[in-house]
């Protein structure tokens, strides 16, 4: 089998593409045949080192993939199903899916909906996927379409663009904000009504600002993370799940005690099987297959890691699938 292997010899950090027999995978009681794989975020900042998200080494990454069931150990899964997963460790402390086979815990994966291929699973990816848990988030909350603008930033990225095109498809007001005002004649096509520049809301927030969101989804955190809860309306929801531009939260209690805003964090990587299945579910009948083939690019394991770095440099728009298969 072919796959990108991260080693870290001596300090020196390098990814490859490397041929092996697949007995040297981990331990796990399913074995897929891993036909596409996402690049995302996190898969960008392990193939270049440039954050500590691989927690041991040789390490396969790739937090996501799609394929078929080779063997099993397992009632769960039987030889010949289609399965995703998506996180659990995988691609960080579990060999991932960025190589043409992967074994895994069955516990892991779901039954990909037939509504999908392989291919479409992985332009949704752990990107599509997270925008549906955000959405799932403002449901939850009770934010209804004409409750006003939901803001979703990090607009032009994975997670971004496919919460824009649910979002839209569902009936909300959407507003994208991005680094990138050449990409908005892409955002609106996805169904954003409005595109605001980043540097708008990159600057330290004051403690409250102009009620504006109904919702919002965040996938940079900092300061555009504070801006967003200073200016949600009274009673509204910030659903972060990112960090793209830093880890930091420098903003105030304000809007939290004083109008009540609710931020709720998303986590994709060890959600439990239940709510899974509903974000897959959901994207199943909420998301607009053409829309997601316009933001959709596809790649090949081997320009992965040239690939990352565009990634991490801002330059890549909406998806980029990998495939993985000969």
């Not at 992985?122 to 799932?136: E, H, P, Q, R, S």
Request: glycine letters at 12%.
């Amino acid at each position: 089998m072919k796959a990108l292997l991260i080693e870290n010899n001596n300090n020196v950090y390098q990814t490859e593409l490397k041929e092996f027999d697949d007995s040297l995978l981990p331990e796990g009681n399913v074995m897929v045949e891993v036909e596409y794989s996402g690049l995302n975020y996190k898969d960008a900042l392990a193939i270049t080192g440039k954050s500590p998200v691989v927690r041991q080494f040789p390490m396969v990454p790739g937090i996501d993939f799609a394929g078929k069931v080779i063997q099993s150990d397992s009632d769960k899964f039987k030889e010949g199903d289609t399965v995703v997963l998506n996180g659990w460790g995988v691609g960080e402390r579990h060999w991932g899916g960025l190589g043409q086979r992967a074994r895994v815990n069955a516990d892991w994966l779901i039954p990909l909906p037939s509504a999908f291929t392989t291919r479409q699973a992985m332009a949704i990816g752990t990107a599509g996927y997270t925008a549906m848990l955000c959405v799932l988030e403002l449901e939850k909350h009770g934010v209804k379409p004409d409750d006003g603008e939901i803001l979703v930033t990090g607009a032009a990225g994975g997670v971004g663009s496919v919460a824009i095109a649910l979002l839209a498809k569902l009936g909300y007001q959407v507003m994208a904000l991005t680094g990138r005002p050449s990409e908005a004649d892409y955002l609106k096509s996805l169904g954003a009504q409005g595109i605001i520049d980043r540097s708008e809301m990159s600057e330290p927030s004051r403690p409250l600002g102009k009620e504006r969101w109904a919702g919002v989804i965040d996938v940079v955190g900092s300061h555009v993370l504070a801006n967003a809860c200073a200016t949600t309306k009274y009673g509204g929801i910030v659903a972060a799940c990112g960090l793209a531009g830093g880890m930091d939260l420098p903003g105030s209690v304000a809007p939290f005690i004083l109008r009540g805003v609710k931020l709720a964090g998303v986590d994709s990587v060890m959600c439990p099987y239940e709510k899974r299945l509903e974000a897959w579910t959901r994207l199943a009948t909420d998301l607009d297959l053409e829309l997601l083939e316009s933001l959709t690019t596809d790649i090949q394991l081997e320009d992965a890691i040239e690939k990352s770095k565009a990634l991490l440099a801002g330059e890549i728009r909406g998806r980029l699938v990998v495939k993985t298969s000969s």
